[in-house]
């Protein structure tokens, strides 16, 4: 089974509100990344929480990790039409160097 | 351009052949892996590697080798096609975790292999 959950499937907002995504895991890990995939394409690396880490911000991204719950969220400010991509969680688990485990992805729409 | 590269973008195998995906990249990093995608699925890890020489199974292995003689080269072999092996495959790469440690490393993906097994 896979190590990442995530809530919900799929969001649908309208541009300039702020998006949600929410992952939970189940083993210890190093860090969490979060991906951003456009349809057809390869996935690209959006940002990276540590274990140790509560918060983080990269320009309209904020994610936050709960380590003692399992889980992280991905907050995206002011949603453009751009934005509309599938996002997934990832984790690096702290037993197993170099096994990176995806969740299922959460396919955001954001209507101009 | 530094970066995963992955050959062929497309392929039509028959049940029961053979075929290798190329997986190449130019960044000296020293994990590297194979993932498939399938709607709804997300991406599952078929095989991995922490540095030459150093392979190991992901979630699933079936029907599919790997190698990694070099750095740079990660090639997926499937042995002997089925259907069930239509996917969009993706080969990605990124620095040890130990030197995540110190920086923001994430992986790095190719473009991807969509291949259609008949």
């Known amino acids: 089974s896979q190590q990442g959950e995530e809530d919900p499937q799929a969001l649908s907002i309208q541009e300039g509100e702020n998006a949600t995504m929410n992952c939970s895991y189940k083993?210890?890990?190093?860090?969490l990344q979060w991906y951003r995939q456009n349809s057809g394409r390869g996935l690209v690396h959006l940002i990276l929480?540590?274990?140790?880490?509560r918060e983080k911000h990269s320009g309209r991204l904020r994610v936050t990790l709960d380590t003692s719950k399992k889980s992280s969220s991905l907050l995206i400010t002011a949603s453009r039409a751009a934005d509309t991509a599938s996002y997934f969680c990832?984790?690096?688990?702290?037993?197993?160097?170099?096994?990176?485990?995806f969740g299922q992805g959460t396919i955001l729409t954001v209507h101009p | 351009n530094a970066g995963v590269t992955q050959t062929p973008k497309f392929q039509v195998l028959k049940t029961g052949q053979s075929m290798t995906l190329q997986c190449a990249q130019d960044?000296?990093?020293?994990?590297m892996s194979w993932y498939r995608q399938d709607p709804g699925m997300g991406l599952r890890l078929i095989h991995y590697?922490?540095?030459?020489?150093?392979?190991d199974q992901g979630e699933v292995p079936n029907g599919y080798n790997v190698s990694r003689s070099t750095t740079e080269d990660f090639p997926l072999r499937l042995l002997s096609a089925a259907p069930s092996q239509t996917s969009v495959y993706f080969c990605?790469?990124?620095?040890?975790?130990?030197?995540?440690?110190?920086?923001?490393?994430?992986?790095?993906f190719g473009s991807g292999t969509r291949l259609t097994v008949v």
């Open positions: 990605a790469s990124s620095y040890s975790s130990l030197r995540v440690v110190q920086g923001e490393y994430g992986y790095t």
């Open positions: 083993t210890s890990i190093n860090n």
């Open positions: 929480i540590r274990s140790n880490e």
């Open positions: 990832a984790t690096d688990a702290r037993t197993s160097y170099g096994k990176l485990t």
């Open positions: 960044m000296n990093h020293e994990y």
């Open positions: 590697s922490v540095g030459a020489g150093i392979t």
